[in-house]
């Protein structure tokens, strides 16, 4: 089954995040088990909500099927579709009262993280977030390093708007180190980002 992009890029299915074996939980190596950064941001979701932490999910794009095949009378099956619309950040909800709206994204690279991972649609929908109140970053891994940051959104916006004055094209990686939290991979939640939030709202009320 195809699925693509608004820009024509091809969507990667998602692959079924493992099954936790609590009974072998120490065997695990923490962030280095070969999960995508989704995979990980997704199972510390569900730690979360089943300990009503917080309610955080990944936001569902609509789609437009463009092709459906019907093998069975009682079964269709899409063949080809379009995500009908860009879409904003991956995640967004709720932590004791405060919205939460965050981006996700992973690079190999290993002393930088390149802009175009970004589009003006999603640093104009964290921007309008941020002004109502919300709680609004992103959460960078370094693949290569297996090292995983938390950037403020309005730490990003310096950056993105550096590049359109023929700044830099990527952030580099002492940048990152200097303007963002970093968190490291455990055993439930997978990522415990939630410890940085906090962080985020105390900071917020000192200002």
Not at 42 to 66: C, D, F, G, L, M
Not at 123 to 131: E, M
Not at 165 to 189: F, H
Request: glycine share 4%; charged share 30%.
């Amino acid at each position: 089954m195809n699925f693509n992009y608004p820009d024509g890029r091809k969507f990667q299915q998602e692959s079924k995040p493992s099954k936790l074996n609590t009974t072998g939980a120490k065997k695990l190596i923490f962030g280095d088990r070969g999960m995508r950064l989704e995979d990980e941001i997704n199972e510390s979701n569900k730690y979360y909500r089943a300990h009503e932490i917080a309610v955080i999910y990944k936001k569902p794009t609509p789609i437009q099927i463009v092709k459906v095949d019907y093998p069975k009378r009682s079964r269709a099956v899409i063949k080809e579709a379009y995500f009908r619309q860009a879409s904003t950040t991956d995640y967004n909800g709720i932590y004791q009262g405060h919205y939460v709206d965050f981006e996700a994204k992973e690079t190999t690279n290993k002393n930088t993280f390149p802009l175009k991972n970004f589009h003006q649609h999603q640093i104009d929908h964290l921007r309008a977030c941020l002004k109502q109140g919300g709680i609004c970053f992103v959460i960078i891994k370094y693949v290569t390093l297996n090292k995983y940051f938390i950037m403020p959104a309005s730490k990003l916006f310096k950056y993105w708007e550096g590049q359109k004055d023929d700044g830099p094209k990527s952030i580099q990686l002492s940048e990152v180190e200097r303007d963002s939290y970093e968190i490291t991979a455990n055993y439930n939640p997978t990522l415990p980002y939630i410890e940085i939030i906090n962080k985020l709202i105390e900071s917020r009320k000192e200002q």
